[in-house]
């Protein structure tokens, strides 16, 4: 993680978070270890609980415990961990899924904060519904974080997860991509790039027009049900695939989400619909018998699979994200006080500089603009 690791280098040097206390409700992954080392070289206490108790790689979170108080192992029920953070009295917060700044909310002392980071689509959705009382940088919509960790990111962990679970060839199926934001696009291409016909389904006319000139075939769901052999949902809503589309499913189809809550894909409706039973046919993989000679084979229990089935992003992906966590909290302690209550981007100066440093990894050298050109620019803007 290259891009961190140069954050973590300069931190060292200038302490820029000394005596802050960080609290991180996040993925406990070999990846958030390092983002972890770097705020502690800040200069920061840290406290650290799973976002998603099935993703703890337990061995990360001994090896991190004496760096930071690391709360809880894989499989536990989060929440209690997540109240305990809470009542660390954090100074920063930094959430993927909004669990730890929801709770701090609902106790009324969000306003003790100098300010929270949000890393995932679904968590800045529930930030938004609230009368925040404390500013919020929005990660997530960062522009760098955007394309590493959305795109290219969930893209290619989800179809991971898919292949490690059940090892199908993607070859000549046809994969149903439903939701076409950010992360429906990274998994449409790279589900094509295998060899797979991509039948996207999305409700944003714009989103729709968008994969329907990048060359998908898209259509409602409900047609898709029946021709699709295998589905992700990744729409940040519930209940995009039910009842009615399990009635239309073929046999073998397989089902899998790719978004951060287990909602996606109607669980109590396959359930009821599993007429013969539920058997786990593989782990990670339970055959759910319709009864009338189909199965529907759901992934991971319909969590998200690119972490609960494979290993999630990879770092190279995780040190863009990171990256943009570790400035914007350093962004939150010098500024943080001046920001007004509710979700803010990340600023452009942050982005450019995480892909700067990025750039300067991968010995890629880029021109300046001259003097002439930024005057030519100065000039349209004075107009
Ligand atoms: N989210 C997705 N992949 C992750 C990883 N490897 N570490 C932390 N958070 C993640």
């Given at each position: 993680?290259?891009v961190?690791?140069?954050?973590?280098?300069?931190?060292?040097?200038?302490?820029?978070?000394?005596?802050?206390?960080?609290?991180?409700?996040?993925?406990?992954?070999?990846?958030?270890?390092?983002?972890?080392?770097?705020?502690?070289?800040?200069?920061?206490?840290?406290g650290?609980?799973?976002?998603?108790?099935?993703?703890?790689?337990?061995?990360?979170?001994?090896?991190?415990?004496?760096?930071?108080?690391?709360?809880?192992?894989?499989?536990?029920?989060?929440?209690?961990?997540?109240?305990?953070?809470?009542?660390?009295?954090?100074?920063?917060?930094?959430?993927d899924?909004?669990?730890?700044?929801?709770?701090?909310?609902?106790?009324?002392?969000?306003?003790?904060?100098?300010?929270?980071?949000?890393?995932?689509?679904?968590?800045?959705?529930?930030?938004?519904?609230?009368?925040?009382?404390?500013?919020?940088?929005?990660?997530?919509?960062?522009?760098?974080?955007?394309?590493?960790?959305?795109?290219?990111?969930?893209?290619?962990?989800?179809?991971?997860?898919?292949?490690?679970?059940?090892?199908?060839?993607?070859?000549?199926?046809?994969f149903?991509?439903?939701?076409?934001?950010?992360?429906?696009?990274?998994?449409?291409?790279?589900?094509?790039?295998?060899?797979?016909?991509?039948?996207?389904?999305?409700?944003?006319?714009?989103?729709?027009?968008?994969?329907?000139?990048?060359?998908?075939?898209?259509?409602?769901?409900?047609?898709?049900?029946?021709?699709?052999?295998?589905?992700?949902?990744?729409?940040?809503?519930?209940?995009?695939?039910?009842?009615?589309?399990?009635?239309?499913?073929?046999?073998?189809?397989?089902?899998?989400?790719?978004?951060?809550?287990?909602?996606?894909?109607?669980?109590?409706?396959?359930?009821?619909?599993?007429?013969?039973?539920?058997?786990?046919?593989?782990?990670?993989?339970?055959?759910?018998?319709?009864g009338?000679?189909?199965?529907?084979?759901?992934?991971?229990?319909?969590?998200?699979?690119?972490?609960?089935?494979?290993?999630?992003?990879?770092?190279?992906?995780?040190?863009?994200?990171?990256?943009?966590?570790?400035?914007?909290?350093?962004?939150?302690?010098?500024?943080?006080?001046?920001?007004?209550?509710?979700?803010?981007?990340?600023?452009?100066?942050?982005?450019?500089?995480?892909a700067?440093?990025?750039?300067?990894?991968?010995?890629?050298?880029?021109?300046?603009?001259?003097?002439?050109?930024?005057?030519?620019?100065?000039?349209?803007?004075r107009r």
């Amino acid at each position: 993680m290259p891009v961190l690791r140069s954050i973590r280098a300069r931190f060292a040097r200038e302490q820029p978070l000394a005596g802050v206390r960080v609290a991180a409700c996040l993925h406990v992954t070999a990846e958030t270890a390092n983002l972890v080392r770097a705020f502690v070289a800040g200069g920061a206490e840290v406290g650290l609980c799973a976002a998603n108790p099935i993703s703890t790689q337990d061995d990360v979170a001994d090896a991190l415990s004496g760096e930071a108080e690391v709360l809880g192992r894989r499989g536990d029920d989060p929440v209690p961990h997540v109240i305990a953070l809470a009542a660390t009295e954090p100074q920063v917060t930094l959430d993927d899924g909004a669990d730890l700044l929801s709770v701090l909310h609902a106790q009324g002392r969000a306003g003790t904060l100098l300010g929270g980071t949000e890393e995932t689509t679904t968590g800045l959705v529930r930030l938004r519904a609230l009368e925040l009382a404390c500013p919020v940088l929005a990660v997530n919509e960062a522009r760098t974080e955007r394309l590493f960790n959305d795109h290219y990111g969930t893209g290619q962990s989800t179809l991971d997860g898919i292949l490690r679970a059940t090892n199908l060839l993607l070859a000549g199926r046809t994969f149903v991509v439903v939701g076409y934001g950010w992360t429906g696009r990274g998994i449409a291409n790279r589900a094509r790039g295998a060899g797979a016909q991509v039948i996207v389904c999305e409700i944003d006319p714009m989103r729709a027009l968008e994969a329907r000139m990048e060359g998908f075939e898209v259509m409602p769901a409900l047609l898709a049900a029946e021709r699709g052999d295998v589905f992700v949902t990744v729409t940040g809503s519930r209940d995009v695939l039910g009842t009615e589309h399990f009635a239309r499913m073929k046999d073998g189809a397989v089902l899998a989400n790719a978004g951060h809550f287990d909602i996606e894909i109607d669980l109590g409706a396959l359930r009821a619909a599993a007429a013969g039973g539920v058997r786990e046919v593989l782990p990670l993989v339970d055959s759910y018998d319709l009864g009338d000679g189909r199965r529907l084979n759901l992934l991971a229990s319909g969590r998200v699979v690119n972490l609960a089935a494979g290993q999630g992003h990879p770092a190279a992906v995780m040190d863009m994200s990171f990256a943009n966590q570790a400035l914007a909290v350093e962004h939150l302690v010098r500024h943080g006080s001046e920001l007004a209550p509710g979700v803010h981007p990340v600023p452009d100066a942050v982005d450019s500089e995480v892909a700067r440093l990025k750039l300067e990894s991968l010995g890629v050298e880029i021109d300046e603009a001259t003097e002439g050109q930024l005057r030519y620019g100065e000039g349209w803007g004075r107009r």
